[in-house]
């Protein structure tokens, strides 16, 4: 786990019959990752990555449900961003103008390139790091879905690596 990185697998369909249920553990999720961060000298959740893997559909209450989530978020200084949402999600997404909120550089392919650009991020906030001389391990580039040469899926075997090696499993929503 990162310290002020928060990583989500949404398990489910994002529609209106669970995204209460979805909003809740997100809650419950994001306070322990505070407990997290502040144990690990981090103020506040900087990001929260939602990964939209296993995601095969999304009706327009789950659109407007992550829009909201989105406009949370921003009032609060946390930055939301999505991983690997299949082609038709992206669809839903585009149509309902949430690609443009959230901004198309904060929708990555991997997991894993989303936690990178967050740790990346949070170095150069806290002053003390160099990106030439990280205190991490780097783990690849950057491949935000709209940037990505490869297209918006991800290579084989990729998509489930969250966060660095050895690290425990991130939260995951649905079944």
């Known amino acids: 786990m990162v310290p002020g990185v928060l990583v989500v697998r949404l398990d489910a369909p994002v529609y209106f019959a669970n995204v209460q249920w979805m909003e809740d553990k997100l809650v419950a999720y994001e306070a322990e990752a505070l407990r997290f961060a502040r144990a690990n000298g981090i103020e506040r959740v900087e990001y929260i990555i939602l990964d939209l893997t296993p995601v095969p559909h999304m009706d327009s209450m789950g659109a407007h449900f992550l829009e909201e989530l989105n406009e949370s978020y921003k009032a609060r200084d946390i930055q939301l961003i999505l991983t690997n949402p299949s082609p038709r999600v ?5 149509r309902s103008g949430l690609i443009n909120k959230i901004g198309r ?15 990346r991020s949070l170095m150069q906030m806290e002053g003390g790091g160099s990106l030439a001389t990280p ?11 709209y940037r990505s040469e490869g297209g918006a899926e991800p290579a084989a075997g990729t998509s489930k690596d969250a966060v660095a090696p050895g690290a425990p499993a991130a939260a995951s929503l649905g079944s």
């Open 90 to 94: 992206v669809r839903l997404m585009e």
């Open 105 to 119: 550089d904060w929708i990555f392919v991997r997991v894993h390139d989303a936690v990178v650009n967050c740790q």
């Open 135 to 145: 205190s991490w391990q780097p783990m690849g580039m950057v491949s935000p879905v």
